[in-house]
């Protein structure tokens, strides 16, 4: 008598059980390229919606929680693999993960180095309950709507771990967006090589999957960003036009060639037998992994820390000037946007004081370090500004306090 994971065909003769279509891509140079895409516009989508359309932070959150909520909606009722309904989920998640972190960090205050940890073990903790109700960790075996489920919440840590990882990196330490690419690239490659190697594919997979996230932010950050802070200056408008292209094209390749599509193959029944080995090999590379970061950040922090100067006896609360140092930069953009608000060119003030907002970005880590009252004070007063000016319907009073109110905090131009 046939088992049950046996199949009568019309000729009456028993087949073996075909394994339904999976829900998710294949991992092929294509998954790659797009996810990377995907990241890159889905940190300028968040920051489209909070600035240039003033959603603010909580706003753009509450929009794209509803965007990503019906993208799921259809992923989920789609009960195969289909190019368009993934990618769309993916580009949601990423713009959401990203802004849980900006909210733990700018509305909440809560260090990038905590949301960090906070991430890496709810990852661990996913990870822990995906393998005790499914016995399967497998990216290949995505077929029913509970590891499906399973799915979408690993994203989406790795997404917001990515972005605490990636704005530690670029911001906190110092390193900025360019160098940060460099290393996730330089990592990614390792991974990539261990893997054919002989390391864990699923651990390989996620490793990367979450590497490929700060370095799609440093890419778009590089391509956007003015020439003045490091970047290639196509701005943010043109950056994410070029990388919605690109995810159009190749998801319309994908959907009319369906390369990536993993087939309904033969089981008898039973999913194909998972690689051994994952979990010593899981263990052994986060240790390294904790101590490669610890050490980096360690040395980091104490570098930055080195070079703070000394602070002249000025009281419990010296000046701006004398606990920051130089900012003559800061200083000369202010007094640049300031000149041509008062010549009447608002969008000459507007985009000027976006390259204050960069410059003043990539200076935190040093700056910060030399005294964080002192850097709190300043960045109160550049956000006030930034918001002055981005303003819907900007007032050129409010717009002249705040700068002038900026100005007097950064101290004496010493540069002139």
């Known amino acids: 008598m046939p088992s049950q994971h046996d199949l009568a065909t019309p000729g009456g003769v028993f087949a073996p059980a075909r394994r339904p279509l999976s829900r998710v891509p294949e991992v092929t140079a294509f998954f790659w390229i797009v996810k990377v895409l995907c990241t890159t516009v889905g940190e300028s989508a968040a920051d489209f919606l909070n600035v240039n359309l003033h959603f603010g932070l909580t706003g753009t959150s509450v929009v794209t929680g509803v965007l990503l909520a019906g993208a799921l909606a259809l992923q989920f009722s789609a009960g195969r693999y289909v190019p368009a309904r993934y990618w769309l989920a993916v580009a949601l998640v990423s713009v959401f993960g990203t802004l849980v972190t900006d909210n733990l960090t700018d509305s909440l205050g809560v260090p990038l180095e905590t949301s960090a940890l906070v991430f890496g073990s709810l990852l ?17 075996s995505i077929h029913t709507r509970r590891r499906e489920a399973f799915y979408w919440l690993t994203i989406f840590v790795t997404f917001a771990l990515g972005t605490a990882t990636g704005d530690l990196m670029a911001e906190v330490l110092g390193i900025g ?17 261990g893997w054919r190697l002989g390391l864990n594919p699923v651990l390989a997979f996620w490793l990367i999957y979450i590497l490929t996230r700060p370095l799609g932010a440093s890419i778009g950050d590089y391509l956007s960003q003015s020439p003045d802070a490091g970047g290639l200056g196509l701005g943010a408008t043109t950056t994410s036009l070029i990388f919605v292209a690109g995810i159009a094209a190749v998801v319309a390749y994908l959907s ?29 590379v986060l240790l390294l992994v904790l101590v490669t970061a610890g050490t980096g950040y360690v040395l980091r922090r104490s570098a930055l820390h080195n070079d703070a100067p000394a602070v002249a006896a000025t009281g419990d609360h010296p000046s701006v000037a004398t606990a920051l140092g130089d900012l003559t930069r800061f200083r000369t953009i202010t007094q640049d946007t300031l000149d041509r608000l008062d010549r009447g060119r608002q969008g000459a003030a507007t985009s000027r004081v976006g390259d204050l907002e960069a410059a003043w970005d990539n200076a935190t880590a040093r700056l910060k370090a030399r005294n964080g009252s002192a850097w709190t004070e300043v960045d109160d007063r550049i956000d006030t500004a930034l918001r002055a000016l981005r303003s819907s319907n900007p007032d050129v009073g409010q717009e002249r306090t705040a700068l002038s109110a900026l100005l007097s905090v950064l101290g004496p131009d010493t540069g002139r």
Not at 124 to 136: G, N, P, Q
């Open 124 to 140: 661990a903790l996913t990870f822990l309950a995906w393998y005790l109700v499914e016995r399967d960790l497998s990216i290949h």
């Open 177 to 193: 967006y360019l160098m940060t690419g460099v290393i996730m690239v330089t990592s990614t490659a390792l991974l990539g090589i």
């Open 256 to 284: 009319v060639t369906k390369v990536d599509a993993i087939p309904a193959v033969s089981t008898g029944g039973h999913d194909p037998a998972p690689p051994r080995g994952g979990l010593v090999q899981t263990v052994v």
